[in-house]
């Protein structure tokens, strides 16, 4: 039976970035650059990658440099145009998608990610939709997580999460799948365990910021529930509908950088600039005085 397409991916952008002050202060985390691109972009492109059509970030106050990133920088574009800039005109491509293709909605407290979630819930609709938090920075560009996951839903249905393997020893910093039955990079999920205690970690497959979720799971959320750290947690709304609808976890062989956090955005920098032609040279040259 053909599953329904997911047309619609949800970004939660409301948080503050404090780790990342005196930055954010006047820039929104989301859109600190990895190499020469903001990070909410690699997100967005990955959703485009995997079909997605609909684009809502839910956003905060304080945050309207999102909404003029992604609108047409008229008089940039006039005058690159004048100047006959192609090539700068050409990486302007991305930033700028078709009208009405975005939509941004409000999360009026910082309640946790299933309420930011919760909160586009009537944009989403009843249909099957993606969640892609841009803090984490999936990188395989010949085949996107999220496409990846993608994919494997159009043959399974359900929910689709990405996970990936990390130390035990840091499995308390997230949230973990109870395994089922794998096929390759496939895993029924029989439970998941938001950041369990040390020792108590059902698995080491850890959630890494990609879903595809069914609408239900906004019935769910709705309830408010609070969860780890007194907030309305994503992954507890997903767990009162294991055994319910299917889910399934699919393990990303790709990189993975954690650009929360300045050690994991510093690295990103690097490992990205150490793939691009025009700077590699330069950035690996330097890298060899240290």
């Not at 990658?49 to 609108?71: H, N, P, S, W």
């Not at 910082?110 to 803090?135: I, K, M, S, T, Y």
């Not at 709705?222 to 319910?244: F, N, P, V, Y």
Request: proline share 7%; net charge negative; with cysteine.
């Amino acid at each position: 039976m053909a599953q329904p397409r997911v047309r619609k991916a949800v970004f939660p952008v409301g948080g503050m970035g404090t780790r990342f002050l005196p930055a954010t202060k006047a820039v929104p985390k989301e859109l600190l650059p990895v190499v020469d691109k903001p990070l909410l972009q690699y997100a967005v492109d990955e959703a485009l990658a995997a079909g997605c059509e609909q684009m809502i970030f839910v956003t905060a106050r304080g945050k309207g440099a999102l909404e003029d990133y992604f609108d047409i920088a008229g008089e940039m574009v006039a005058t690159l145009t004048a100047r006959g800039k192609a090539a700068e005109l050409a990486v302007l491509d991305g930033t700028q998608l078709p009208a009405g293709d975005i939509a941004y909605v409000r999360q009026q407290e910082p309640l946790g990610l299933g309420h930011a979630v919760w909160c586009a819930r009537h944009l989403v609709g009843r249909e099957p939709f993606a969640v892609l938090l841009p803090d984490e920075l999936l990188w395989e560009p010949a085949n996107p997580c999220l496409k990846q996951m993608a994919d494997a839903h159009a043959r399974v249905g359900g929910n689709v999460i990405a996970v990936m393997e990390v130390p035990a020893e840091h499995t308390h910093r997230y949230g973990i799948i109870v395994p089922g039955q794998a096929d390759g990079a496939l895993t029924e999920m029989t439970g998941m365990v938001e950041k369990p205690k040390a020792g108590t970690a059902p698995s080491r497959l850890a959630a890494v910021g990609r879903y595809i979720l069914q609408p239900e799971v906004m019935d769910v959320l709705s309830q408010h529930k609070r969860g780890a750290g007194g907030e309305i947690q994503l992954t507890d709304a997903m767990a009162e509908l294991i055994g319910i609808q299917p889910f399934h976890a699919w393990t990303f062989g790709g990189r993975r950088f954690d650009c929360g956090d300045k050690a994991g955005h510093i690295t990103a920098n690097i490992a990205l600039a150490l793939e691009r032609p025009d700077i590699a040279p330069d950035v690996r040259a330097y890298l060899a005085t240290l």
